[in-house]
């Protein structure tokens, strides 16, 4: 029975992730070929707010060429969709089906259209033929940008209910699924002339919106363990009414098809999408407390990603599906590299989650946040000067369209070397905590080599990290040929914890490679380790070329944060000082029982008879 149930959970699994990728992955193809364009805009209203486009002028837009100007509004009445087959409703749903009055349609599109002038009169017919847009390298960029964004976000969210099944994997997924930064003309153009298509799905729509965000509310209720505290239960009983209310607004929002005004009932979704962020934030930071160090880090991280991502996301559909940004006086367009950014800091949301959900224990949250703050202050100088110049890329490189995704890798990997190359040497001119930690056991390493026995190399071992970094356990268990052996008293394990390890273990062959490797919860628990806190995150061999002379054990940061690369670095260099160290010993206790056993022998030599 157990195993039916997950076979349904993972076929629905795959049809929802291939439907959600189905809507944005075409839209890769605008990276290479462009749509094609109407040149105007209208909100669900009908009324005409723009009638430019993603044309450079206004006299270049077809939109505007046929005579429509700012004001006009569109005849809902009369292009109604009562009879989807009828080609009025079809250019409408042009407009207005799906894209948000995005003005994209296919190429060679022709859209007949009821239009009330804006100066009053009777309503007249337009044609308007679309025209194929010309994009900028910047434009471009954007939309891969965004379209990367947007399928790592859906795969990485069907990954986690993969491997890990349940209520809070289930409802990020279904969040993940509609609230992304994917982008749909591609599939929208599609279905524009397939009314019946496009009318179911836009009402399948309504529905992911809905379970989107009850999704999320259930996740954040039981995120990170997966459980609802009593405190919380009342809450998931309210989450059918959250769901059936956002449906509905957002079927009412549809009403503009069908000959309704609905652009009131848009902006009210979009604010009613901010309250369910704002109770979410609030639930989480309620939820902190009485939480184990350890999951109050993982917390943490879906915390900042939720104060990031959300609002970023929530701005950035604005922008692009509403008219709420006419309102703020002397704006009169939206960059399209603002969105891109604001859609980037929502990928950043996903990210912390999926991290938060997939790993037992994570780092501090401030590391990944100094990260991105050095990477946006790196991007932004050069951004401010180079705005105009990559528009103008095209007109000074003769390439062809996909010689684009070639540089744009180029410059991708360029961007990461330097950001790591930022990310460091900002630690170590900023970061006082960092460089504390890194002068500390810098001389640890220095004392370990002068260390004149093995117990004291094995106490500098777990000692001094766990000073330095305040770990919540340490413990060096030594090789005697056979295994592993927990000699030198440990810091934070008990009596009745392990004594010895094989080194056959799965869990602890990774040693062979020298270098520091996680241990998890599921090993830890089945070697015997310490549980809770004091639980091993991180097995740090020390050895030299020849021999792996010991195992050092460390458990996390007492605030329940996992040791970061960086840390794990500092903490491999002094293993391997220690393994000189190791060597030193032996070779000076071997060195004096060589002269004991030189001096026995000469002693005997006198001894001889007739010596």
Not at 357 to 372: E, G
Request: glycine share 8%; with cysteine.
């Amino acid at each position: 029975m157990q195993k039916g149930r997950v076979l349904i959970g993972r076929i629905v699994l795959a049809a929802v992730t291939f439907w959600a990728l189905l809507m944005i992955v075409p839209d890769f193809h605008r990276v290479i070929q462009p749509l094609a364009s109407t040149g105007f805009a209208a909100d669900n209203d009908g009324l005409i707010y723009d009638v430019t486009g993603p044309f450079p002028q206004e006299a270049d837009s077809p939109a505007s060429q046929a005579g429509l100007r700012v004001g006009d509004r569109l005849d809902l009445p009369a292009m109604h969709c009562g009879n989807p087959e009828n080609q009025r409703c079809i250019d409408l749903l042009a407009v207005l089906g799906g894209l948000g009055g995005a003005q994209l349609v296919r190429p060679g599109r022709v859209l007949r259209l009821q239009i009330v002038p804006a100066a009053g009169g009777a309503a007249r017919v337009v044609d308007v033929a679309a025209k194929p847009i010309q994009t900028t390298w910047l434009e471009r960029g954007v939309l891969l940008f965004d379209e990367v964004i947007a399928t790592l976000f859906i795969l990485a969210a069907a990954w986690l209910v993969w491997t890990r099944p349940g209520g809070m994997t289930w409802g990020f997924f279904l969040y993940a699924v509609w609230f992304n930064s994917g982008q749909n003309f591609v599939f929208y153009t599609f279905l524009q002339e397939r009314p019946h298509l496009l009318l179911a799905q836009e009402a399948a729509g309504a529905v992911l919106q809905g379970l989107g965000y009850a999704g999320f509310l259930l996740f954040v209720l039981r995120v990170p363990s997966d459980r609802t505290f009593p405190a919380w239960r009342g809450w998931q009983f309210a989450l059918p009414l959250v769901a059936l209310l956002f449906i509905g607004l957002q079927l009412l929002s549809y009403g503009s098809a069908f000959g309704q005004p609905s652009e009131t009932v848009s902006r009210a979704t979009f604010l009613a999408g901010f309250a369910v962020d704002a109770a979410a934030i609030l639930i989480l930071l309620r939820r902190r407390r009485g939480q184990p160090p350890q999951e109050y880090q993982r917390l943490r991280w879906v915390i900042w990603g939720c104060v990031i991502g959300l609002p970023a996301f929530i701005v950035a559909a604005i922008l692009q599906s509403t008219t709420l940004w006419r309102l703020v006086p002397g704006v009169t367009s939206v960059p399209p590299e603002l969105v891109a950014a604001l859609y980037g800091l929502h990928g950043l949301f996903g990210w912390f989650v999926f991290e938060a959900v997939r790993r037992p224990h994570v780092v501090s949250v401030s590391i990944p946040l100094r990260r991105i703050s050095v990477f946006g202050l790196m991007l932004s100088v050069p951004a401010l000067f180079l705005h105009q110049q990559i528009e103008h890329l095209d007109e000074w490189l003769d390439l062809p369209p996909w010689s684009f995704v070639v540089l744009g890798s180029v410059l991708i990997f360029l961007i990461g070397r330097i950001h790591e190359l930022g990310v460091e040497l900002a630690d170590r001119v900023f970061h006082r905590a960092f460089r504390r930690e890194l002068a500390a056991l810098r001389a640890a390493t220095e004392d370990v080599l002068h260390a004149t026995s093995i117990d004291a190399v094995d106490r500098t071992l777990t000692v001094a990290p766990t000073r330095t970094l305040d770990l919540a356990s340490a413990a060096v268990f030594r090789c005697d040929g056979v295994a592993f052996r927990r000699r030198a008293e440990a810091i934070g394990w008990g009596d009745g914890n392990a004594e010895r390890l094989d080194p056959d273990d799965t869990s602890i062959s990774m040693a062979r490679s020298g270098l520091p490797f996680p241990i998890h919860p599921a090993d830890a628990l089945r070697l015997g380790l310490p549980m809770g806190l004091a639980s091993p995150t991180v097995a740090v061999p020390v050895r030299d070329r020849l021999t792996c002379h010991a195992l050092a054990l460390y458990g996390p940061h007492a605030t329940g944060a996992d040791l970061s690369r960086d840390e794990q670095a500092m903490l491999a260099r002094l293993a391997e000082a220690a393994a000189l160290a190791y060597r030193h010993v032996e070779a000076d206790a071997l060195r004096r029982q060589v002269a004991t056993l030189r001096t026995q022998t000469v002693g005997l030599s006198f001894d001889t008879p007739g010596g």
